[in-house]
């Protein structure tokens, strides 16, 4: 059975740094590309950031509204993928959904349950 | 950056009634990378429909994905009472990577 299991999230203060982290099982996760997907209360989907394979290099990209402020890093022996959220803003209020990606057809396979982030003074 | 608008923003009807959802890009898309989610209240998303009309594992047939280039078209054949949610489509682009959600369409009960 495929699990994500999305943890880390909580209340900070504008400014503050976070870092979640998603445990993956049921799938080679050396294998997976995994992504994070944000939705902010009420709110839409949001793409945040991607990460792919060590065979691809563990290539990351992101979005231009967290680019250079958020990174994405996996470790492999732990089969998990991270978050490290910097200098966060009241509009970074959120669920955050880790993803396993399909890197064929390029669409989300699955989701966790989401962990929430709550940036507020 | 390739914008994804879905139409329309609500969409009432009744259950057995055929329901027909719009998504349309601002830029030619790659039909393969264009998919369509269901979210329900409280729930993760789940995928329906990847490469514009393939029918992820376990999706009932009455779902059913069309279109190319800048319109998509999900459909719901007859609607049943748990098809009532929110439903998004998503693109992929290679330039820069990265994916992109419409905005999403309420189907909701008549």
């Known amino acids: 059975e495929v699990q994500l299991v999305e943890s880390g999230g909580g209340l900070v203060k504008p400014g503050e740094s976070l870092r979640l982290s998603c445990a993956t099982s049921?799938?080679?996760?050396?294998?997976?590309?995994l992504s994070w997907v944000r939705q902010a209360p009420g709110k839409g989907l949001e793409w945040i950031g991607r990460i792919k394979t060590k065979a691809a290099g563990e290539t990351t990209d992101y979005a231009a509204p967290v680019k250079g402020r958020f990174t994405i890093s996996r470790d492999d022996s732990k089969n998990t993928v991270y978050l490290q959220m910097n200098s966060l803003k009241t509009e970074d209020t959120a669920l955050y959904y880790c993803?396993?990606?399909?890197?064929?057809?390029?669409?989300?396979?699955?989701w966790g349950q989401g962990t929430l982030v709550t940036v507020s003074s | 950056e390739i914008v994804l608008t879905q139409s329309p923003g609500t969409l009432s009807l009744s259950p057995g009634e055929r329901a027909t959802l719009s998504c349309r890009a601002s830029?030619?898309?790659?039909?393969?990378?264009l998919a369509w989610y269901q979210q329900k209240p409280g729930q993760a998303p789940r995928l329906l429909i990847f490469?514009?009309?393939i029918r992820a594992t376990g999706i009932p047939d009455r779902f059913s994905g069309s279109g190319s280039r800048t319109d998509f078209t999900l459909t719901i054949s007859r609607l049943e009472p748990e098809d009532f949610a929110m439903y998004y489509c998503q693109q992929y682009g290679t330039s820069p990577p990265m994916y992109t959600f419409g905005q999403g369409t309420k189907l909701e009960i008549k």
């Open positions: 490469g514009a009309s």
């Open positions: 993803t396993i990606d399909a890197n064929d057809y390029y669409y989300v396979g699955y």
């Open positions: 049921g799938f080679t996760f050396s294998n997976l590309w």
């Open positions: 830029q030619s898309l790659t039909s393969s990378y």
